[in-house]
T-cell receptor
Framework: GAVVSQHPSWVICKSGTSVKIECRSL??????MFWYRQFPKQSLMLMAT?????????EQGVEKDKFLINHASLTLSTLTVTSAHPEDSSFYIC???????????FGPGTRLTVT | AQSVTQLGSHVSVSEGALVLLRCNYS??????LFWYVQYPNQGLQLLLK??????LVKGINGFEAEFKKSETSFHLTKPSAHMSDAAEYFC???????????FGDGTTLTVKP
C-alpha cells in the first residue's frame, strides 16, 4: 500500500534554532503535499499546500518566512521551522497526493518540542 | 467555504455496542467527505470517504457512513464496538477528492470492557 514517511518522528530543539522536517512518499509520486499542524487534543489545521517545482501556497495567518516549505522532487517535501519558539511546539503532519490515483495519504507525524 | 461540526467531543460505549459518531458539514459545492482515525502519537488513517457515488459508504474495520444531503450529515457507525476502536476520529470535508481538507474538532471514542 501507499506509504508516507516523516523524519524525524520526534525532535526537541532550543528556542531560536531551526528544524527541518521531511515528508516522503515511499512508493508513489506526489505532485502535491499538504502540511498540517495539530495542537494537543485539537484538530488538524492546514498550514500550506506544497507543489512540486513551485512555491507553496500558505493558508491565511501562516507566516511563510517562518515555515519554509520546499518540494524539490516528486517524493519529498520539507518543512523548516525557522527561529523556533516554544509556541511552535506542536504535532506536524504531512499528507501526499498520488499523482496518478489522486488518493491522499497521511504521514505518521512529527512531534516538535521547542525548549 | 467549507466547515465540519462533530457533535460530541467524547463518546463512550461498551464493547459490543453500537458506535455512532456524528458529523455535519457545510459546503458551497458538492462535498467530498472523509472519516479518519488517529491513534495516539500517530498520523491519520482513512476509514472511508464519500465521493458522490453511493450514499452509504463502507469502510475498513467494519465502519460505514451514510451521506444525507437533506440533513447535511455524514455520521459514522459501527454495529459492534471493539476495544481496538478506541481512538480519535476526525470528519473532514473537501471540495475535491484529494484537495485540501477542512477537519472537524474530532471525537474521542472510548470503549469500555
Amino acid at each position: 500500500g501507499a506509504v508516507v514517511s516523516q523524519h524525524p518522528s520526534w525532535v526537541i530543539c532550543k528556542s531560536g534554532t531551526s528544524v527541518k522536517i521531511e515528508c516522503r512518499s515511499l512508493d508513489f509520486q506526489a505532485t502535491t503535499m499538504f502540511w498540517y499542524r495539530q495542537f494537543p487534543k485539537q484538530s488538524l489545521m492546514l498550514m500550506a499546500t506544497s507543489n512540486e517545482g513551485s512555491k507553496a501556497t500558505y493558508e491565511q495567518g501562516v507566516e511563510k518566512d517562518k515555515f519554509l516549505i520546499n518540494h524539490a522532487s516528486l517524493t519529498l517535501s520539507t518543512l523548516t521551522v525557522t527561529s523556533a519558539h516554544p509556541e511552535d511546539s506542536s504535532f506536524y503532519i504531512c499528507s501526499a497526493r498520488n499523482r496518478v490515483s489522486y488518493e491522499q495519504y497521511f504521514g505518521p507525524g512529527t512531534r516538535l518540542t521547542v525548549t | 467555504a467549507q466547515s465540519v461540526t462533530q457533535l460530541g467531543s467524547h463518546v463512550s460505549v461498551s464493547e459490543g455496542a453500537l458506535v455512532l459518531l456524528r458529523c455535519n458539514y457545510s459546503s458551497s459545492v458538492p462535498p467530498y467527505l472523509f472519516w479518519y482515525v488517529q491513534y495516539p502519537n500517530q498520523g491519520l488513517q482513512l476509514l472511508l470517504k464519500y465521493t458522490s457515488a453511493a450514499t452509504l459508504v463502507k469502510g475498513i474495520n467494519g465502519f460505514e457512513a451514510e451521506f444525507k444531503k437533506s440533513e447535511t450529515s455524514f455520521h459514522l457507525t459501527k454495529p459492534s464496538a471493539h476495544m481496538s476502536d478506541a481512538a480519535e476520529y476526525f470528519c473532514a470535508v473537501s471540495a475535491t477528492n484529494a484537495g485540501k481538507s477542512t477537519f472537524g474538532d474530532g471525537t474521542t471514542l472510548t470503549v469500555k470492557p
